[in-house]
């Protein structure tokens, strides 16, 4: 069974950072497309990254414009670990953050259960 | 690519029909392999998205049968045949046809 386990969140004050973590199970992590998405309170879902893997078409990185240049997602694949380093934290930015198995076209498989980021002061 | 849901709410009575209009500001059709390029998610509360259909009418493994999708190009529908309690949640569509991937705003469904 698939399953994804999301951690890191917390509270932060904003410019502050935090580095979010997503262990993967029951498939193979190092063959698959991983994708971060966030979530804010009612609000549609907001893609925010992508990792492809090495054989898919197209840039292996990739980053909503909202986040890029401040986020930076990452993956070790002996450790089964995604990961989404954010740095310079905004008020915006507050939302659960879900990650993603997902297809190459995109479509988002499994999702993990979440682990909320709140920024304020 | 905007993706825009209709209604916003909707209130169905149990064993009727619902019917959720999703939109998007460009065709999100793939020609060279007649796709499109449309997903549907549902969520409840405190739980993850949860993968409906996707290349716009094709129902995920363990989705029942009530749920189907149509449409092509620019305009899409998710219909839940003979709405059961358990299909409370909001319903998001989800083009992957081009960066960034982008979802609709969301179409909460209730009982009447």
């Known amino acids: 069974e698939v399953q994804l386990v999301e951690s890191g969140g917390g509270l932060v004050r904003p410019g502050g950072s935090l580095k979010l973590s997503c262990e993967a199970f029951g498939f193979t992590f190092s063959n698959s497309r991983m994708d971060w998405v966030r979530h804010a309170p009612g609000k549609g879902p907001m893609w925010v990254a992508r990792?492809?893997?090495?054989?898919?078409?197209?840039?292996?990185?990739a980053y909503a414009d909202s986040v890029k240049g401040r986020f930076t997602i990452s993956r070790d694949n002996a450790r089964n670990t995604l990961y989404l380093h954010m740095t310079s934290l905004r008020a915006e930015d507050t939302a659960i953050y879900y990650c993603?198995?997902?297809?190459?076209?995109?479509?988002?498989?499994?999702w993990g259960q979440g682990t909320l980021v709140t920024v304020s002061s | 690519i905007v993706m825009t849901q209709s209604p916003d709410s909707l209130a169905v009575s149990l064993g009727e029909r619902a019917t959720i209009k999703c939109k998007s500001s460009q065709s999100v059709l793939y020609s060279s392999n007649n796709k499109n390029y449309l997903a549907w998610y549902q969520k409840k509360p405190g739980q993850p998205p949860n993968l409906l259909i996707y290349?716009?009418?094709t129902r995920e493994s363990g989705v029942p049968d009530r749920f189907s999708g149509s449409g092509s190009g620019t305009d899409f529908t998710l219909t839940i045949r003979s709405l059961r309690a358990e299909d409370v949640a909001i319903y998001y569509c989800q083009q992957y046809y081009d960066a960034p991937i982008t979802f609709g705003q969301g179409t909460r469904l209730e009982i009447k």
């Open positions: 993603t198995r997902s297809e190459a076209s995109g479509i988002s498989l499994s």
């Open positions: 990792f492809r893997t090495e054989g898919d078409v197209g840039d292996r990185i």
């Open positions: 290349w716009a009418s």
